[in-house]
Protein backbone atom coordinates (compact mmCIF):
# COMPACT_ATOMS: atom_id res chain seq x y z
CA UNK A 1 0.00 0.00 0.00
CA UNK A 2 1.45 3.62 -1.39
CA UNK A 3 0.59 5.48 1.66
CA UNK A 4 1.07 8.90 3.13
CA UNK A 5 0.42 9.43 6.63
CA UNK A 6 -0.30 12.43 8.85
CA UNK A 7 0.14 11.84 13.15
CA UNK A 8 -1.34 15.05 14.44
CA UNK A 9 -0.80 16.53 18.05
CA UNK A 10 -3.30 19.04 18.70
CA UNK A 11 -4.01 20.78 22.05
CA UNK A 12 -7.79 22.97 22.39
CA UNK A 13 -8.74 25.25 25.10
CA UNK A 14 -12.45 25.47 26.84
CA UNK A 15 -14.26 23.39 24.03
CA UNK A 16 -17.03 21.13 22.94
CA UNK A 17 -15.96 20.26 19.63
CA UNK A 18 -17.83 16.80 19.13
CA UNK A 19 -21.12 16.02 21.35
CA UNK A 20 -23.25 12.91 21.91
CA UNK A 21 -27.29 12.70 21.95
CA UNK A 22 -26.98 15.00 25.37
CA UNK A 23 -25.11 17.34 24.32
CA UNK A 24 -22.11 16.32 26.12
CA UNK A 25 -18.56 16.59 25.33
CA UNK A 26 -17.63 12.85 23.22
CA UNK A 27 -15.71 10.53 25.74
CA UNK A 28 -13.92 7.17 25.33
CA UNK A 29 -11.96 4.59 27.61
CA UNK A 30 -8.25 4.24 26.63
CA UNK A 31 -5.44 2.92 28.71
CA UNK A 32 -7.92 2.13 31.57
CA UNK A 33 -9.11 5.88 32.29
CA UNK A 34 -11.66 8.25 30.33
CA UNK A 35 -9.93 10.34 27.13
CA UNK A 36 -11.80 13.28 25.53
CA UNK A 37 -12.97 12.18 22.62
CA UNK A 38 -13.70 13.35 18.97
CA UNK A 39 -14.87 11.03 16.49
CA UNK A 40 -13.85 10.66 12.99
CA UNK A 41 -16.87 11.13 11.30
CA UNK A 42 -17.06 15.06 13.12
CA UNK A 43 -13.27 15.33 11.82
CA UNK A 44 -14.16 14.55 8.48
CA UNK A 45 -16.87 16.91 7.83
CA UNK A 46 -14.83 19.99 8.49
CA UNK A 47 -12.11 18.72 6.47
CA UNK A 48 -14.48 17.97 3.89
CA UNK A 49 -15.95 21.56 3.99
CA UNK A 50 -12.56 22.91 4.33
CA UNK A 51 -11.05 20.82 1.10
CA UNK A 52 -13.90 22.16 -0.91
CA UNK A 53 -14.64 25.51 -0.21
CA UNK A 54 -11.51 26.94 0.95
CA UNK A 55 -9.12 25.31 -0.85
CA UNK A 56 -9.88 23.39 -4.39
CA UNK A 57 -12.30 25.27 -5.70
CA UNK A 58 -15.49 24.40 -7.44
CA UNK A 59 -14.09 22.04 -9.99
CA UNK A 60 -13.79 19.30 -7.80
CA UNK A 61 -16.88 20.82 -5.28
CA UNK A 62 -19.55 18.50 -4.51
CA UNK A 63 -22.68 18.65 -2.20
CA UNK A 64 -23.71 15.56 -0.25
CA UNK A 65 -27.75 16.68 0.33
CA UNK A 66 -31.19 14.78 0.08
CA UNK A 67 -32.44 17.90 -2.27
CA UNK A 68 -29.58 16.16 -4.86
CA UNK A 69 -33.32 16.01 -7.71
CA UNK A 70 -33.46 20.09 -7.46
CA UNK A 71 -30.25 20.04 -9.65
CA UNK A 72 -31.15 17.03 -11.86
CA UNK A 73 -33.99 18.73 -12.61
CA UNK A 74 -32.17 22.14 -13.66
CA UNK A 75 -29.99 20.20 -15.67
CA UNK A 76 -33.10 18.08 -17.20
CA UNK A 77 -34.76 21.87 -17.89
CA UNK A 78 -31.58 22.82 -20.02
CA UNK A 79 -32.04 20.12 -22.15
CA UNK A 80 -35.51 21.39 -22.77
CA UNK A 81 -37.67 18.96 -20.90
CA UNK A 82 -40.77 20.80 -19.23
CA UNK A 83 -40.54 20.83 -15.55
CA UNK A 84 -43.68 18.57 -14.65
CA UNK A 85 -42.38 16.25 -16.41
CA UNK A 86 -38.51 16.72 -15.33
CA UNK A 87 -39.43 16.96 -11.40
CA UNK A 88 -41.10 13.15 -11.14
CA UNK A 89 -38.59 11.60 -13.68
CA UNK A 90 -35.88 13.40 -11.28
CA UNK A 91 -37.03 12.35 -8.20
CA UNK A 92 -37.73 8.70 -9.10
CA UNK A 93 -34.16 7.95 -10.49
CA UNK A 94 -32.38 9.56 -7.52
CA UNK A 95 -34.29 7.99 -4.83
CA UNK A 96 -34.13 4.71 -6.43
CA UNK A 97 -30.31 5.13 -5.86
CA UNK A 98 -30.92 5.00 -1.75
CA UNK A 99 -33.80 3.63 -1.19
CA UNK A 100 -36.41 0.48 -2.57
CA UNK A 101 -39.50 2.52 -2.48
CA UNK A 102 -37.68 4.77 -4.41
CA UNK A 103 -40.22 8.07 -5.03
CA UNK A 104 -42.75 7.01 -2.79
CA UNK A 105 -40.38 7.15 -0.02
CA UNK A 106 -39.40 11.28 -0.55
CA UNK A 107 -41.27 13.57 2.28
CA UNK A 108 -41.55 16.99 2.06
CA UNK A 109 -39.93 19.30 5.13
CA UNK A 110 -41.68 21.64 7.18
CA UNK A 111 -40.64 23.94 4.84
CA UNK A 112 -42.58 22.24 2.32
CA UNK A 113 -39.95 21.33 0.24
CA UNK A 114 -39.53 17.66 -0.83
CA UNK A 115 -36.45 15.72 0.56
CA UNK A 116 -35.26 11.80 -1.12
CA UNK A 117 -35.43 9.16 1.24
CA UNK A 118 -31.73 9.70 1.73
CA UNK A 119 -28.72 11.59 1.06
CA UNK A 120 -27.54 11.22 -2.60
CA UNK A 121 -23.73 12.16 -3.28
CA UNK A 122 -22.81 12.59 -7.10
CA UNK A 123 -20.16 13.87 -8.84
CA UNK A 124 -20.81 16.31 -11.69
CA UNK A 125 -20.36 14.29 -14.43
CA UNK A 126 -22.92 11.73 -12.73
CA UNK A 127 -25.15 14.47 -12.31
CA UNK A 128 -24.72 15.13 -16.02
CA UNK A 129 -24.94 11.95 -17.59
CA UNK A 130 -28.05 10.63 -15.29
CA UNK A 131 -29.90 13.87 -17.26
CA UNK A 132 -28.62 12.71 -20.58
CA UNK A 133 -29.88 9.18 -19.70
CA UNK A 134 -33.19 10.38 -18.65
CA UNK A 135 -33.53 12.61 -21.33
CA UNK A 136 -32.61 9.18 -24.06
CA UNK A 137 -35.33 7.17 -22.05
CA UNK A 138 -38.09 9.75 -21.30
CA UNK A 139 -40.74 7.45 -22.43
CA UNK A 140 -39.93 3.90 -20.83
CA UNK A 141 -39.59 5.85 -17.76
CA UNK A 142 -42.65 7.71 -17.79
CA UNK A 143 -44.71 4.49 -19.04
CA UNK A 144 -43.07 2.40 -16.49
CA UNK A 145 -43.75 5.04 -13.61
CA UNK A 146 -47.15 5.23 -14.64
CA UNK A 147 -47.98 1.35 -14.65
CA UNK A 148 -46.11 0.91 -10.79
CA UNK A 149 -48.34 3.52 -9.91
CA UNK A 150 -51.38 1.36 -11.06
CA UNK A 151 -54.32 0.94 -8.61
CA UNK A 152 -54.05 -2.93 -10.34
CA UNK A 153 -52.44 -5.40 -7.99
CA UNK A 154 -51.09 -7.23 -10.82
CA UNK A 155 -50.56 -4.05 -13.44
CA UNK A 156 -48.46 -2.28 -10.67
CA UNK A 157 -46.28 -5.75 -10.05
CA UNK A 158 -45.81 -5.43 -13.67
CA UNK A 159 -44.89 -1.98 -13.65
CA UNK A 160 -42.46 -2.19 -10.68
CA UNK A 161 -40.76 -4.45 -12.43
CA UNK A 162 -40.86 -2.71 -16.07
CA UNK A 163 -39.40 0.51 -13.86
CA UNK A 164 -36.49 -1.23 -12.58
CA UNK A 165 -36.14 -2.59 -15.67
CA UNK A 166 -36.03 1.31 -17.03
CA UNK A 167 -33.92 2.74 -14.31
CA UNK A 168 -31.09 0.42 -15.14
CA UNK A 169 -29.59 2.44 -18.35
CA UNK A 170 -29.38 5.29 -15.77
CA UNK A 171 -28.18 3.91 -13.49
CA UNK A 172 -25.33 1.75 -15.59
CA UNK A 173 -24.60 5.71 -17.51
CA UNK A 174 -24.26 6.99 -13.38
CA UNK A 175 -21.96 4.44 -12.83
CA UNK A 176 -19.94 5.01 -16.31
CA UNK A 177 -19.45 8.55 -15.67
CA UNK A 178 -17.19 8.12 -12.71
CA UNK A 179 -15.84 10.09 -10.02
CA UNK A 180 -12.91 11.75 -12.00
CA UNK A 181 -14.42 15.36 -10.96
CA UNK A 182 -14.87 14.53 -7.44
CA UNK A 183 -11.82 14.02 -5.45
CA UNK A 184 -13.99 14.65 -2.43
CA UNK A 185 -15.89 11.37 -2.96
CA UNK A 186 -12.55 9.53 -4.01
CA UNK A 187 -10.98 10.88 -0.22
CA UNK A 188 -14.46 9.63 2.14
CA UNK A 189 -15.66 7.62 -0.10
CA UNK A 190 -19.84 7.07 -0.82
CA UNK A 191 -22.05 4.01 0.02
CA UNK A 192 -25.02 4.19 -1.76
CA UNK A 193 -27.73 2.03 0.00
CA UNK A 194 -29.29 0.66 -2.87
CA UNK A 195 -27.13 0.17 -5.43
CA UNK A 196 -24.64 -1.04 -4.58
CA UNK A 197 -22.23 -0.67 -8.03
CA UNK A 198 -21.83 3.02 -7.01
CA UNK A 199 -20.11 2.17 -3.79
CA UNK A 200 -16.35 3.84 -3.79
CA UNK A 201 -13.94 3.14 -1.15
CA UNK A 202 -12.12 6.05 0.73
CA UNK A 203 -9.06 6.67 0.03
CA UNK A 204 -8.45 8.54 3.44
CA UNK A 205 -8.47 7.00 6.55
CA UNK A 206 -9.31 8.30 9.93
CA UNK A 207 -8.76 7.78 13.29
CA UNK A 208 -11.49 9.17 16.30
CA UNK A 209 -9.21 11.90 18.24
CA UNK A 210 -8.19 10.81 21.77
CA UNK A 211 -6.46 12.75 24.32
CA UNK A 212 -3.22 11.25 25.33
CA UNK A 213 -3.89 11.85 28.83
CA UNK A 214 -6.99 11.44 31.68
CA UNK A 215 -10.21 14.34 30.77
CA UNK A 216 -13.04 14.61 32.33
CA UNK A 217 -16.17 16.40 31.74
CA UNK A 218 -16.77 20.00 33.52
CA UNK A 219 -20.09 22.06 33.65
CA UNK A 220 -20.28 25.74 32.76
CA UNK A 221 -22.72 27.44 34.24
CA UNK A 222 -24.50 30.04 32.30
CA UNK A 223 -27.45 32.45 32.76
CA UNK A 224 -28.99 35.48 30.62
CA UNK A 225 -29.52 38.70 31.95
CA UNK A 226 -33.05 40.48 31.50
CA UNK A 227 -31.82 44.12 30.26
CA UNK A 228 -35.13 46.09 31.11
CA UNK A 229 -35.94 44.43 34.36
CA UNK A 230 -32.44 45.52 35.45
CA UNK A 231 -33.23 49.29 34.61
CA UNK A 232 -35.82 51.17 36.41
CA UNK A 233 -36.31 55.04 36.14
CA UNK A 234 -33.44 55.12 33.69
CA UNK A 235 -31.03 54.09 36.92
CA UNK A 236 -29.58 50.25 37.49
CA UNK A 237 -32.04 48.31 39.60
CA UNK A 238 -31.91 47.21 43.20
CA UNK A 239 -34.16 44.31 43.20
CA UNK A 240 -34.65 40.88 44.83
CA UNK A 241 -35.09 39.81 41.15
CA UNK A 242 -31.59 40.46 39.66
CA UNK A 243 -33.10 40.02 35.90
CA UNK A 244 -32.10 36.38 35.34
CA UNK A 245 -34.32 35.59 32.56
CA UNK A 246 -32.60 32.22 31.65
CA UNK A 247 -29.68 30.38 33.84
CA UNK A 248 -28.05 26.50 32.34
CA UNK A 249 -25.48 24.56 32.40
CA UNK A 250 -22.83 23.65 29.02
CA UNK A 251 -20.46 20.67 29.34
CA UNK A 252 -17.23 21.18 28.07
CA UNK A 253 -13.23 19.39 28.45
CA UNK A 254 -9.78 20.70 27.42
CA UNK A 255 -7.56 18.29 26.08
CA UNK A 256 -4.45 17.58 23.55
CA UNK A 257 -5.46 15.53 21.14
CA UNK A 258 -3.60 12.51 19.23
CA UNK A 259 -5.33 11.89 15.72
CA UNK A 260 -4.68 9.97 12.72
CA UNK A 261 -5.24 10.49 9.30
CA UNK A 262 -3.54 8.26 6.44
CA UNK A 263 -3.87 8.28 2.51
CA UNK A 264 -3.93 5.37 0.68
CA UNK A 265 -2.77 6.33 -2.76
CA UNK A 266 -3.00 3.56 -4.92
CA UNK A 267 -6.89 3.75 -4.13
CA UNK A 268 -6.93 7.14 -4.90
CA UNK A 269 -5.92 7.08 -8.20
CA UNK A 270 -6.85 3.98 -9.43
CA UNK A 271 -9.53 3.51 -11.88
CA UNK A 272 -12.51 3.16 -10.28
CA UNK A 273 -11.54 6.35 -8.30
CA UNK A 274 -10.08 9.60 -9.50
CA UNK A 275 -8.20 7.37 -12.45
CA UNK A 276 -5.29 8.90 -14.79
CA UNK A 277 -4.58 12.16 -13.36
CA UNK A 278 -1.32 14.30 -13.98
CA UNK A 279 0.94 14.68 -11.72
CA UNK A 280 0.72 18.06 -10.40
CA UNK A 281 -2.94 17.62 -10.41
CA UNK A 282 -2.42 14.57 -7.67
CA UNK A 283 -0.31 17.15 -6.09
CA UNK A 284 -2.52 19.99 -6.11
CA UNK A 285 -5.27 17.34 -4.57
CA UNK A 286 -3.25 16.04 -2.18
CA UNK A 287 -2.03 19.65 -0.81
CA UNK A 288 -5.29 20.94 -0.21
CA UNK A 289 -6.80 17.64 1.40
CA UNK A 290 -3.62 17.84 3.77
CA UNK A 291 -4.01 21.36 4.55
CA UNK A 292 -7.31 20.76 5.02
CA UNK A 293 -6.78 18.08 7.35
CA UNK A 294 -4.08 20.29 9.42
CA UNK A 295 -6.26 23.12 9.60
CA UNK A 296 -9.98 22.48 9.94
CA UNK A 297 -12.17 22.48 13.28
CA UNK A 298 -15.54 20.92 13.68
CA UNK A 299 -17.96 23.68 14.39
CA UNK A 300 -19.80 22.73 17.39
CA UNK A 301 -20.31 25.60 19.96
CA UNK A 302 -17.88 27.74 17.41
CA UNK A 303 -19.60 31.08 18.55
CA UNK A 304 -19.89 30.59 22.65
CA UNK A 305 -16.45 27.91 22.55
CA UNK A 306 -14.13 28.71 19.60
CA UNK A 307 -11.62 25.63 19.71
CA UNK A 308 -9.92 27.27 16.69
CA UNK A 309 -6.08 25.83 16.96
CA UNK A 310 -3.55 24.43 14.91
CA UNK A 311 -1.29 21.49 15.58
CA UNK A 312 1.15 21.39 17.87
CA UNK A 313 3.54 19.06 16.26
CA UNK A 314 2.61 17.13 12.99
CA UNK A 315 4.83 13.76 11.90
CA UNK A 316 4.66 13.17 8.19
CA UNK A 317 5.40 9.96 6.67
CA UNK A 318 5.49 8.49 3.22
CA UNK A 319 5.84 4.54 2.53
CA UNK A 320 5.84 2.78 -0.49
CA UNK A 321 4.67 -0.16 1.12
CA UNK A 322 2.76 -1.68 4.50
CA UNK A 323 0.20 -0.92 6.66
CA UNK A 324 -1.15 2.17 8.15
CA UNK A 325 -0.30 2.09 11.62
CA UNK A 326 -1.19 4.49 14.17
CA UNK A 327 1.05 6.07 17.13
CA UNK A 328 -1.80 6.37 19.91
CA UNK A 329 -0.09 3.34 21.71
CA UNK A 330 2.22 6.09 22.43
CA UNK A 331 -0.61 7.47 25.14
CA UNK A 332 -1.88 4.02 26.32
CA UNK A 333 -0.44 4.96 29.91
CA UNK A 334 -2.15 8.56 30.02
CA UNK A 335 0.68 11.39 30.00
CA UNK A 336 1.01 13.29 33.05
CA UNK A 337 1.18 17.24 33.00
CA UNK A 338 4.30 19.32 33.85
CA UNK A 339 6.92 21.96 32.95
CA UNK A 340 5.19 22.64 28.87
CA UNK A 341 1.60 21.18 29.99
CA UNK A 342 0.26 18.03 27.72
CA UNK A 343 1.98 19.03 24.91
CA UNK A 344 5.21 19.17 24.90
CA UNK A 345 5.70 15.45 26.52
CA UNK A 346 3.02 14.24 24.04
CA UNK A 347 5.49 15.06 21.28
CA UNK A 348 8.39 13.69 22.69
CA UNK A 349 6.16 10.32 23.61
CA UNK A 350 5.25 10.18 20.06
CA UNK A 351 8.86 10.74 18.68
CA UNK A 352 9.71 8.13 21.21
CA UNK A 353 6.97 5.23 20.10
CA UNK A 354 7.77 6.08 16.44
CA UNK A 355 11.40 5.37 16.91
CA UNK A 356 10.62 2.31 18.95
CA UNK A 357 8.48 0.86 16.31
CA UNK A 358 10.96 1.51 13.68
CA UNK A 359 13.39 -0.54 14.81
CA UNK A 360 11.58 -3.30 16.75
CA UNK A 361 9.23 -4.24 13.56
CA UNK A 362 11.23 -3.28 11.13
CA UNK A 363 8.65 -0.97 9.33
CA UNK A 364 9.33 0.37 6.18
CA UNK A 365 9.39 4.42 6.32
CA UNK A 366 10.95 6.04 2.90
CA UNK A 367 9.96 9.93 4.34
CA UNK A 368 9.43 11.40 7.65
CA UNK A 369 8.78 15.12 8.07
CA UNK A 370 8.35 17.63 11.04
CA UNK A 371 6.28 20.43 10.52
CA UNK A 372 7.53 22.09 13.32
CA UNK A 373 10.93 21.42 11.78
CA UNK A 374 10.28 23.64 8.59
CA UNK A 375 6.92 24.76 8.17
CA UNK A 376 3.34 23.95 6.51
CA UNK A 377 5.15 25.10 2.91
CA UNK A 378 8.13 23.08 3.12
CA UNK A 379 6.45 19.74 4.73
CA UNK A 380 4.07 20.10 1.71
CA UNK A 381 6.88 20.27 -0.37
CA UNK A 382 8.73 17.44 1.12
CA UNK A 383 6.02 15.31 2.03
CA UNK A 384 5.28 15.49 -1.78
CA UNK A 385 8.86 15.41 -3.56
CA UNK A 386 8.23 12.48 -5.21
CA UNK A 387 5.79 11.18 -7.43
CA UNK A 388 2.50 10.46 -5.92
Not at 297 to 325: C, F
Amino acid sequence: MNLIELHILQSFPVTCLNRDDVGSPKSATFGGVQRARVSSQSQKRAIRLHFNEAHYGNAFHTTRTKLAHEKLIALLAAGGMAHENAEPLAVEVLASLVDSGGAANAKKDKNDRLNLPALVWLSPAQLQAAADSILANQASLEAAMAQARSDDKKQKKDGETALKKALKPTSDAIQKAGISDAADIALFGRMVANDPSLNVEAAAMFSHALSTHDSSNEVDFYSAVDDVKQVVDGSAAETDDAGAAMIGTLEFNSATYYRYVGINLDQLFSPKSLGPVPQEDRKSILRAFITACLMAVPGARRNSMNGATLPEEVLGIRKAKGQPIQLVNAFEEPIKAGKGGYAKKSVTEMMKYHDFLKERWDLPVDKEVRLTDIGLKSFLDQLLQEDV
